[in-house]
């Protein structure tokens, strides 16, 4: 059954518990904002963020590393920044892959933006190479390795099929099938409702072969305003079909701050989760379109925190 992000948000205020909250410090840039990050990467025996970089009122970003230096995040100056938004990464077939979204001119709408997203690969991200773009106008394309070796693929069409946007399923069996026609045929999910969208933003693979899906789910309040909620799933590749949605995190529970534009105030961009000792996991996440944090929280994934899900809503 779809819920909406009312239905939702409720669900996730009767058991909200954020361990730990903190915005993140980043440096070695100046005028700039640093958003819609991902969780840290380990590449070359160091840890990085990925940062989204562009000026308060620009579009057009930057793909920046971050190398980790204590509790900050500086400035990797020996690393090709990308010139695309809403950075992502995952390691597929012994590969780092990089993606993005690029945006430009829309060709038939003056004054819009079109946009498409563009995957690099490599050993590591000093060696990165371009070698897939999705199809034109999608988002919120992921990818993960399966443990037979083929590779999961989530997309996310808006319009005609889609609608405000909503995330589709594939698979492939090696990068090269990596190709707007093969994302296209993704079969759709049907998990929002017409007035709402969403997408995944990062996948895991999990002990039992499930994947755990890091989105987001989104919404129009009655005056235009936008809010956009930190979610999970579990997806099963063998029957192709999700488990139910779960809020995890909404921009109350990461320190106040400035924000792009007044609209976007309520605004969490899930980056990446991740998971550590005690079934807890970090959130990294963009911050109202202007900043980044992180939050301490319940490992969504977790095998307890599964069966406890499962329980509740036997119980229901």
Known sequence: MRQSCTE???SYQQQREVIQSEKLAFTGITGLDVYNITAPLLDQGEHF????????ASEYSQIIAFRQRGSE?????DIPALDLQDPFWSRIHGQLIVGGVEVYPHPSKPGYLGWRTKFYRGKGLKDLEHFATGPEMM???RLAELPDGNIAVFTRPQGDPG???TIGYTQISKLDEL?????????L?????PEEWGGANEV???????????????CFDQVGDRHYYAMTFVFDPVTRKPGAMRIIAARTDFPSGVSKRPDLQDVIFSGGLQRVENDRAWLYAGLSDAEAGRILIADPFSPKLRGQVRWRRQGQ
């Not at 995040?73 to 100056?77: G, P, R, S, Y």
């Not at 999910?189 to 409702?193: R, V, W």
């Not at 994947?211 to 987001?216: I, M, Q």
């Open 8 to 10: 939702l948000l409720h």
């Open 139 to 141: 988002k919120d394309i």
């Open 189 to 193: 999910l049907a998990q929002f409702i």
């Open 49 to 56: 963020i990925l940062g989204r970089v562009e000026p308060r």
């Open 73 to 77: 995040w500086v400035l990797a100056e």
């Open 179 to 187: 190709h707007p026609d093969t994302i296209e045929g993704a079969e």
């Open 163 to 165: 609608g405000l946007g």
């Open 204 to 218: 895991h693979l999990l002990e039992d072969g499930q994947l755990g899906v890091l989105g987001h789910i989104a």
